[in-house]
Each structure stands twice: as structure tokens, then as C-alpha cells.
């Protein structure tokens, strides 16, 4: 009898219906749900416009390949351009977020005939071979995956940058805000300054969005609160919430050509229909904003609770770092009062709810916290 390839831990939790913010399981206990499988659901589960959009889609076509036109891919571009404020930038559709990022390294190497690449401490950018390769976790990159083209300079450092950017760099990667690293925000100044160097350079400047990026925090990317306009910004998670969808959006001084870049899957009929309604729900519904507004009242609740060793995150993108492991207070979220949270590291809480979270529903979760948190500190005292 055959098994799945166990590379999960796994809750012995199996959710079967959801709506909104929240879940439930085969027992019919339910869940709130903050952390949005990854920070996948943007607009929440099941949203009514989301789920017509496909259902509508899978009974008209569901698939054939970029060997013929896909008027889906040009409206699901419009409106990308228009609601995130690079209507000049033109977008090449993938499947995930790390098949995103290496295309935007491919395309880097491509234009610039170099090979080096620049990377951060602390990075996550997929785990395929490309993106493996500037991830900054050896655990995960197999002796296949040749990364001896890659430096990595401390993130959020502009010391480094002098040195550690040089004319011999095809490309520079990272996060606007780092997701696996800790919710670690890259500082304007420290995205200013790569911009400079980049420049100064000719090596381009990759902002991979996709987890910080589509709205999570207030703007539709994290590093648009810095000024800077990246040369490639990688997308997927909250893109299609839950369908599988990425993207790369490409600055105009790149030029395309027949086989540059190609994908089986990539900007399929349904994924660009879910990526649509999505953005369609986040402009009707102003999810923005409500990123900003119900971030900010997060935010000031866990301030007031207190506890923590430091609070990090802007928007709904959110790392509660505690001076002790953060395993039994997640746990106690979950299991006592049947909440869904994220880690990072070992002492990280991480908050990656759907934009359309309420101010009912954070309420619910900081009495929660309080509770969890007041019976976690006598423990560790």
C-alpha cells in the first residue's frame, strides 16, 4: 500500500469547510483561522464573488496551454497594473512563488550576461534550485543545488552593501519584509540604498513580494513605503487565495522574445480567474485599508498585553518575538481556544490573517493571547 512521502508534521486537524476567516473540521469544531495557510487567503475563504468567478470558469474552459490567446492574462495584467500602481510594468504568469523568483533571476541573467547574485541573512525564496541557492538555510540545499555564484550580505545592513555590490552582480533578491526569517522589515533606507548601488552597478534589483507583497501591509507592496521602484517584483500566496497562481512583474527596460521564458501551467484559465477576483474584491472592498486600519488596532492590542521581547511587521503581516520558545503558547492557541497562528524560528508568533480580517475577530484573538500568555509567563517564571 502506498503512503505519502512524510516531510510534514502534521495537526491531527483535517479542515473540510471554510468561510471568511474561519474553518471547520470533521468534528465540526471551528477555527479561526490568522495565518491563512502561509498567507495564502487574502480576501478570506470561500468568498461568494471568489467562488462564482471559478465555478463559472470551470464550466466554460478550464485549461489549454500559451500556445493561444488568453484574453484572462490580459485583464488579470490591467487590473494587477492599476491596483498596484505599475500599470508600465508587464507581467509573466507562473505557478508558485519560488518558480517566480527563478524566472526573475533567469531574466536578470539574462539581461545583464553576469551570474553573480547578492542575497540576505535570514532569506527564504523557494526550494527550487535557483531559489534554493539564495535561500539562507544550508539544511535545505541539496549538493546538487550550485550556489557558489551567491553572496550573502547582512540584511538590513547598508555597511555591506559598499563592498558586497559589485559591477560583477547580475542581480540583487530580497524581501521587503522577510516572512520565514522572523517578520525581519527591510528599512527604507536599507531598500534606498540598494536601489543607489543597483543602479550604480547595472545589477538589477529583484523584490521578492510573495509573501509581504499584494496588500498585506496597507500597500500593495511592502517596499512601495520606501519610494523605490524595483527592476522585477515576484508574486504568488495571497494571488490567487488558494489557487495556485504566480507572477513576475517586469520593469519596461526588459525585452521579451519568443522562448525566453515558458510554463505548461502558468496563467491557465482558472488560476486567471481567481487572480482576478481577487484583486476585483480588494479594490470593491478597499482591503488595503483594512489592512492598514485593522494592522494598526492589532498592533496596539498585543502592545497593550505586553510581554513580548519585540513586535515586528506592518499591516497584517505581523512577528510577536517572546524571550522563550513559542511552541506551547501556539499550541495553547490552537487547541484551547481553537485558533490558527504561525511560527518563525523558535520564539516567533507569526500573524498572516486575510485582509478582510475584522475588528471582532482580533478582539477574539487578543483575549485569547492574554489568557495563553498570562499562563505561559507563570510557567516560565
Known amino acids: 500500500m502506498s503512503h505519502l512521502f512524510d516531510v510534514y508534521p502534521l495537526y491531527d486537524i483535517e479542515p473540510v469547510k471554510a ?17 491563512g495557510g502561509h498567507a495564502v487567503i487574502s480576501v478570506g475563504h470561500c468568498h461568494p464573488y471568489y467562488v462564482d468567478m471559478l465555478s463559472k470558469q470551470l464550466h466554460a474552459i478550464n485549461f489549454y496551454s500559451n500556445s493561444v490567446k488568453i484574453s484572462l492574462q490580459e485583464e488579470l495584467a490591467e487590473k494587477l497594473g492599476e491596483l498596484s500602481g505599475y500599470p508600465d510594468y508587464k507581467l509573466f504568469l507562473v505557478n508558485s512563488g519560488a518558480e517566480a523568483n527563478e524566472n526573475a533571476l533567469k531574466l536578470a541573467s539574462f539581461h545583464t550576461g553576469r551570474s553573480k547574485v547578492v542575497a540576505f541573512t535570514k532569506a527564504f525564496h523557494g526550494r527550487t534550485a535557483g531559489a534554493v541557492a539564495v535561500t539562507d538555510n544550508p539544511s535545505i540545499v541539496a549538493p546538487v543545488n550550485y550556489n557558489k555564484h ?11 552593501l559598499e563592498d558586497g555590490i559589485t559591477d560583477e552582480v547580475c542581480a540583487v533578491i530580497v524581501e521587503g519584509i522577510q516572512g520565514v526569517g522572523g517578520i525581519q522589515v527591510s528599512s527604507d533606507e536599507f531598500l534606498q540604498a540598494l536601489r543607489r548601488k543597483c543602479d550604480q552597478t547595472g545589477a538589477v534589483l529583484i523584490l521578492d513580494s510573495v509573501q509581504c507583497g499584494y496588500g498585506r501591509t496597507g500597500k500593495f507592496f511592502s517596499h512601495q513605503f520606501s519610494g523605490i521602484h524595483p527592476d522585477l517584483m515576484t508574486m504568488a500566496k495571497g494571488m490567487g487565495n488558494g489557487f495556485p497562481i504566480g507572477g513576475v512583474l517586469i520593469s519596461p527596460a526588459f525585452k521579451a522574445s519568443y522562448g525566453l521564458l515558458g510554463t505548461t501551467f502558468g496563467g491557465n484559465h482558472m488560476a486567471c480567474a481567481a487572480g482576478i477576483a481577487v484583486l476585483d474584491i480588494m479594490k470593491n472592498e478597499n482591503l488595503l485599508d483594512n489592512a492598514t486600519k485593522i494592522g494598526d488596532y492589532l498592533m496596539a492590542g498585543i502592545k497593550e498585553i505586553g510581554g513580548y521581547k519585540e513586535l515586528r511587521g506592518r499591516g497584517l503581516m505581523i512577528g510577536i518575538e517572546y524571550g522563550f520558545p513559542v511552541k506551547d503558547l501556539r499550541n495553547k492557541l490552537l487547541f484551547e481556544h481553537k485558533m490558527f497562528t504561525g511560527v518563525a524560528g523558535a520564539n516567533t508568533i507569526r500573524l498572516l490573517p486575510s485582509l478582510a480580517l ?13 489568557v495563553c500568555l498570562s499562563a505561559e509567563l507563570k510557567e516560565v517564571i
Open 19 to 35: 468561510e471568511g476567516c474561519y474553518l471547520w473540521d470533521t468534528k465540526g469544531t471551528q477555527y479561526l483561522d490568522l495565518y
Open 358 to 370: 475584522r475588528k471582532e475577530e482580533v478582539d477574539i484573538f487578543l483575549e485569547a493571547l492574554r
Open 150 to 160: 551567491v553572496t550573502f550580505l547582512p540584511f538590513n545592513d547598508l555597511d555591506a
